[in-house]
């Protein structure tokens, strides 16, 4: 039966089903990949998200992208817990492997690849403005605008970013990262 606007009341519990499981599935990832975050500012791996569960000795930049996923699971989900994992990767992570060597794509027992990669910079800036917007945070929009540093022709981008103009990340996704 169609309640006027031809959606039936079948259709409806359907959806609402679809829109549950859809829910339920984005907290299970979202839960699963915080509980790949570990240590603090003094201990390994210093608050970051590791990229799978056997990576216990190793970061690496495929993984980077996940503070951004969990700063937004935190927003559609309203669950604080994920928004602290996701800001502690952000504001206690970037700033150490920022300061200690710039952005490598892997942090290693040992220092045999310090290779930098635009996909790990690149994620690393996205979870950055995605924690400061979680947030409202103008640190983490500036920390933003040093990560982004690494990029060609930085001198330009960071000067506009820091005017508060639109840019273009790698990702080919426009942006503002910090205000003017």
Known sequence: MSNGNGVSRGDRNRNARLSRLRVSALSQLS???ASLAAGDARNWPFGAVLPSAPSVSMWHGWGSQMPAALA????VLGDKKL???ATTDSAVFDPRMLT???ADQALLPTQI???QIAYGVDSRLESLLAT???NHSAGLRQLAGVTAAWY???PDMVRKSLRG???VLASGRRTRSMPG
């Open 100 to 102: 200690s060597g710039g």
């Open 83 to 85: 928004g602290v994992v």
């Open 152 to 154: 060609p022709r930085t």
């Open 113 to 115: 690849n310090q290779a």
């Open 31 to 33: 839960e699963g990949i």
């Open 165 to 167: 103009q639109r840019w």
């Open 72 to 75: 937004r699971a935190a927003t």
């Open 132 to 134: 400061a917007k979680l």
